[in-house]
């Protein structure tokens, strides 16, 4: 799976829903982590794109949810900070 410039405008959406506690956010949430297993083919570009939504969810949301996708979610998100 090759990360596009969709994909990261989807993930970008991930701030809003998670604002508004929608329930499209696991979806965003698999992506991401879909993204991670991709993160060394990904473009420089697009990396930095997802590390700023990643940097808003660990500063606004890390400890917002806890169920364990979440978790899984946070916890590789933190690997990059």
């Known amino acids: 799976m090759a990360v596009t410039e969709y994909d990261v405008r989807c993930y970008e959406y991930l701030l ?5 506690d929608d329930p499209a956010d696991e979806q965003e949430i698999i992506s991401r982590l879909a993204m991670e297993k991709e993160w060394n083919s990904i473009p420089d570009e697009l990396k930095k794109r997802i590390l700023s939504v990643d940097k808003v969810i660990l500063y606004n949301y890390a400890s917002k949810f806890n169920y364990s996708l979440y978790k899984q979610f946070i916890a590789v998100l933190k690997k990059h900070f």
Do not use: F, I
């Open 16 to 20: 809003d829903y998670l604002e508004e």
